[in-house]
């Protein structure tokens, strides 16, 4: 089958850990070492790595949610709380954010982020699976996951649970690495990822295969037109998604109707 086909591009993610092959049931394993390692350094890793465009990227994301007060939002893959602290602002605090994180690690650098920020009744912090969300049918307002799911093992799954837990009327939107919609930058785009974000990682993390593994991952994503059709496979409807920085990032979003 074709890459491009959602089933196949979902049972090929499944089975990979950056380029290499692995069993599907290994790979949370991994992907769980690999933040583990980088939870005390991973804001400032990715302020370094996109020079801190990444911000704006997630400013992005939020403008297009436009938070109301009073939502109840859940955020996935969200361990550093840069989602749930934007959010927060928005609504002057008049909202409640529940973080789902699979790392213990990085939950624990969002909830002393949150609550330096002064941040505390707000927030609920939870270690989690994407793929099984600990939350009932029809519990929140919205869901958002930022970097997150090209690291789940079966993102078709996640996607199933984030529509399960939506309310009817609820709003999905997912902000990831994508395709470059100018394939000329991609020679530099590959010299960037497989050379200076090692480095990086290296010299600031003291992780060089970390930021190798995050490099390769990018790259086995799908493209921008594969992930909208696996989010409208999960259920979710009126799909659409928008480039950032010429397709570097993009986001997806999606109704639970």
């Known amino acids: 089958m074709s890459e491009q086909d959602p089933a196949s591009a979902a049972d090929r993610l499944a089975a990979s850990f950056g380029f290499a092959e692995v069993p599907p049931e290994a790979k949370a394993g991994l992907v769980k070492g690999v ?17 801190g465009v990444h911000r704006l990227w997630k400013e992005a994301m939020l403008d297009w949610l436009a938070p109301r007060p009073d939502l109840h939002l859940l955020d996935v893959a969200g361990g550093t709380g840069d989602i749930a602290l934007r959010f927060l602002a928005r609504v002057e605090g ?21 609550l330096d920020a002064g941040w505390l009744a707000e927030i ?24 997150g799911i090209r690291n789940v093992t079966r993102i078709d799954r996640a996607l199933a649970e984030a529509r399960r837990v939506l309310k009817p009327g609820g709003r999905f939107l997912c902000l990831e690495f994508s395709k470059l919609a100018l394939p ?23 992780d060089a295969e970390s930021y190798r593994y995050l490099a390769e991952s990018i790259r086995r994503f799908p493209d ?3 992930f909208a059709a696996l989010v409208e496979a999960a259920g979710l409807e009126r799909v659409r998604f928008r480039n950032l920085s010429g397709g570097i990032a993009a986001i997806h979003s999606a109704w639970r109707l």
């Open 184 to 206: 000329l930058l991609e020679p530099l785009y590959d010299l960037y990822s497989f050379t200076v974000l090692p480095t990086l990682g290296a010299l600031v993390a003291g």
């Open 224 to 226: 921008q037109e594969t």
């Open 124 to 147: 609920d912090w939870v270690v989690g699976d994407a793929q099984a969300l600990p939350l009932p049918d029809s519990s929140v307002d919205a869901c958002t996951i930022a970097f």
């Open 94 to 114: 008049r909202g409640r954010v529940t973080v789902v994180d699979y790392n213990r690690a990085m939950v624990a650098v969002g909830r002393d982020k949150a």
């Open 35 to 51: 933040f583990e390692r980088v939870a005390s350094r991973y804001d400032l890793m990715n302020d370094l790595m996109s020079l």
